[in-house]
């Protein structure tokens, strides 16, 4: 049974960092593509960054050189660095997790889609005034 808890979301002002992160567990397979989304009230969930088991990245536009995607391998942790927030940021940020397929499927239509990943967390509020 796959579990994903966020944490590391709260309130900061505009220009002002969070680094999100989510414990994972039960996962089994070696091959994996671990991802955050967010959703802002009224709105879609969005992709916002995506990290493989090879290293490979994606990240939305809109985040390009303000967010970071990582993850600690020896506690499988993935983190999200995120600076200079905006208040455009602010959403409910979820973190995903399915298999290793999903980075190509990114790659190649350019849409980090919520159908490519099987496992959710319950979300971590981030608010930014």
């Known amino acids: 049974h796959v579990q994903l808890v966020e944490s590391g979301g709260g309130s900061v002002q505009a220009g002002g960092s969070l680094r999100l992160s989510c414990a994972v567990s039960?996962?089994?397979?070696?091959?994996?593509?671990t991802g955050w989304f967010r959703q802002a009230p009224g709105k879609e969930r969005e992709g916002v960054a995506a990290?493989?088991?090879?290293?490979?990245?994606s990240y939305a536009d809109f985040v390009t050189g303000r967010f970071a995607i990582s993850k600690d391998n020896s506690e499988n942790i993935p983190y999200l660095q995120m600076n200079s927030l905006q208040p455009d940021d602010t959403a409910m940020y979820y973190c995903?997790?399915?298999?290793?397929?999903?980075?190509?499927?990114?790659?190649?239509?350019?849409?980090?889609?919520?159908?490519?990943?099987?496992?959710w967390g319950q979300g971590t509020q981030v608010t930014v005034s």
């Open positions: 039960g996962y089994t397979y070696s091959g994996y593509c």
């Open positions: 990290l493989d088991g090879d290293g490979d990245t």
């Open positions: 995903a997790w399915g298999p290793s397929s999903a980075m190509p499927a990114i790659q190649a239509r350019g849409i980090m889609s919520p159908a490519y990943f099987a496992f």
